[in-house]
Each structure stands twice: as structure tokens, then as C-alpha cells.
């Protein structure tokens, strides 16, 4: 069983910044694409960034381009998604997510394993 366990959320002022972790455990965590997405109150969940296995290959969303940056270290099987000149829009649940099929992109659909969230609050 692949368990997902997501720290580091909290509240920050708007120009802050926040860094997330996921601590994956339950299987070969270097075989895995991993992905950040994000659900605000009354939004849908939407794909905020992705690294592949080996790291070599990263992705954003435009809204957080050039401010957050994924990385992840294999052999603590942890994956960070860290966040600066953050904004009152970035306030969300973040999510960490595993996908085990070589998929890499952006569709949530395609991820296997989530965690259970972490609240992340910019305040203005």
C-alpha cells in the first residue's frame, strides 16, 4: 500500500514563502512521476506542477511559474514543491500525487496515489 503524507502547509503573508513536503512510503518511490495540484473553496483541483522519476523533467502551471519549484530527493523518497512571492490566490488545499504508469503530464486522473492534503492560507 503506497501512503502519501504531505507537511508544511500553513499561513503566510502574501510575498512569503512556504515549502511543502510528501513523504512516500510503501514502494519504489524512484519509479514514480510525482505531481503537486491544489483545490481552493469552491474550485476544482487543478494541476500546479510535476517531476518525473528522475527529476530531469519538470512542468508548471502558468499561475506558478518561475515562483514554485518542485524537486525530490529518492533517497528519502520525498518530494518538495517549494513556494516564494506567494499570493492570496495560491491559498488552497495542496496535494501531493504518485503516478506508477510512466505517466507524465498534467491530467490528475492519471495519478495513482494521493495524500490527504495540506492547507496552505496567503493572507493579503
Known amino acids: 500500500q503506497v501512503q502519501l503524507v504531505e507537511s508544511g502547509g500553513g499561513l503566510v503573508q502574501a510575498g512569503g514563502s512556504l515549502r511543502l513536503s510528501c513523504a512516500v512510503s510503501?514502494?519504489?518511490?524512484?519509479?514514480?512521476?510525482m505531481g503537486w495540484f491544489r483545490q481552493a473553496p469552491g474550485k476544482e483541483r487543478e494541476f500546479v506542477a510535476y517531476i518525473s522519476w528522475s527529476g530531469g523533467s519538470t512542468y508548471y502551471a502558468d499561475s506558478v511559474k518561475g515562483r514554485f519549484t518542485i524537486s525530490r530527493d529518492n533517497a528519502k523518497s520525498t518530494v518538495y514543491l517549494q513556494m516564494n512571492r506567494m499570493k492570496p490566490e495560491d491559498t488552497a488545499v495542496y496535494y501531493c500525487?504518485?503516478?506508477?504508469?510512466?505517466?507524465?503530464?498534467?491530467?490528475?486522473?492519471?495519478?495513482?496515489?494521493w495524500g490527504q492534503g495540506t492547507q496552505v492560507t496567503v493572507s493579503s
Open positions: 510503501g514502494d519504489t518511490f524512484s519509479s514514480y512521476t
Open positions: 500525487a504518485a503516478s506508477g504508469r510512466h505517466y507524465i503530464g498534467t491530467n490528475g486522473g492519471a495519478y495513482d496515489y
